[in-house]
């Protein structure tokens, strides 16, 4: 079935690190990728999202390239900040034998340190 | 737009009790999803619906569990009798139908089951 797998966090930054979170992904077909983030006490937001191989999402300064080739979808950013401290999920959605749902990483904690 | 409204936001309650988590989605959106999120499993999926209609509920954990939506922008999630493994963050969600169109999460229900 259709799965992702995000690099295990957490991973710890001092401000204006470059951030790299590692997702990859396995499903059969065409699926939309997406990160979402989730800041304390709150739900998840999407961050960003691309629907085709190649397409790069960007939001925030974050960006995710879709690449087929090599299953991934990493999210980048070049200085993180405080603010960026939170849960970063990597999600899929649609591809063979999907029916709609999105099916989600188990999340990556990230703290950046001023 | 108000977004996905959840309540209530903490309910506490003993071990047997019937709790009632309800859900508002945002108007327009015809895909509801319920979340669980605990620090040892994640985000796990519970039950989604497109258009009213359970589509999949396989990630119910068992019959304590039941989800309805009485009409196109409400639903609940009840668990009866409630057990101390059921404490955890419950999250709803709503979509358009599509498998490009993002999830909107609401900002959680924080159950605790003594």
């Known amino acids: 079935g259709n799965s992702v797998t995000q690099m295990e966090g957490p991973v710890t930054l001092s401000e204006e690190a470059f951030l790299t979170i590692n997702c990859t992904y396995t499903a059969t077909g065409y699926p939309s990728l997406f990160w979402y983030v989730q800041y304390p006490g709150e739900g998840l937001q999407l961050l960003l999202k691309?629907?085709?191989?190649?397409d790069k999402g960007s939001n925030k300064g974050f960006e995710a390239t879709y690449r087929k080739e090599t299953t991934s979808f990493h999210l980048e950013k070049g200085s993180v900040q405080v603010s960026d401290s939170a849960v970063y999920f990597c999600?899929?959605?649609?591809?063979?034998?999907?029916?709609?749902?999105?099916?989600f990483g188990q999340g990556t904690t990230l703290q950046v340190k001023p | 737009d108000a977004g996905v409204i959840q309540s209530p936001r903490h309910e506490v309650t003993e071990m047997g009790q019937e709790v009632t988590l309800r859900c508002k989605l945002i108007?327009?959106?015809?895909?509801l999803f319920w979340y669980r999120q605990t620090m040892m499993r994640g985000l796990e999926l519970l039950i989604y619906?497109?258009?009213?209609?359970?589509?999949?509920d396989s990630g119910m954990p068992e019959d304590r569990f039941s989800a309805k939506m009485p009409n196109a922008s409400f639903s609940t999630l009840k668990i009866q009798p409630s057990e101390p493994r059921d404490s955890a963050v419950y999250f709803c969600?709503?979509?358009?139908?599509?498998?490009?169109?993002?999830?909107?999460f609401g900002n959680g229900t924080r159950l605790t089951v003594t």
């Open positions: 969600a709503s979509s358009s139908q599509g498998q490009n169109s993002p999830l909107h």
């Open positions: 691309a629907t085709k191989a190649d």
């Open positions: 619906f497109n258009n009213n209609v359970p589509i999949d």
């Open positions: 108007s327009g959106h015809n895909s």
């Open positions: 999600a899929l959605s649609g591809g063979s034998g999907n029916t709609g749902k999105l099916i």
